[in-house]
């Protein structure tokens, strides 16, 4: 039953504001109306259709859904990540001011992100592999 009326609310919700999303951005664009109706309707579609899905579905959480083993290794090494990345956005700043170092923007911006990216699944790992 969830799973229909889920599916229910994608259509009803979801489908007409994709495409009101897409006609809206076709109206307002200079190239061919047809194409960028169907693009933009697309790559709206998701977030429409899971906004009809969150807003009309009669989904149920479990009662103690957030007081899970892996859930709190989650928690824990996001936290952990963000500290380290913040840490090393002041070393990396840090040394570009000291150094006088020439660096992009862009560049700086990647290094960052790949960081943190890397630091968080590598702190759940640590994580799940001390207490397993």
Known sequence: MTKSRSLIAFLVVGMPLAAGFGALAATFNEGPFLVTFIVFGLAALPAAGGLGVVAFSDRREPEYGEET?????????TSASFLDTITALGLFT??????????????AMIVLLVMA?????????LLRRKEC
């Open 69 to 77: 083993v892996e859930h709190n290794w989650a928690t824990r090494a």
């Open 94 to 107: 840090a040394a570009i001011v000291v150094f006088n170092v020439d660096i992009g923007a862009p560049s």
């Open 117 to 125: 990216m890397l630091d968080a699944p590598f702190r759940y790992w």
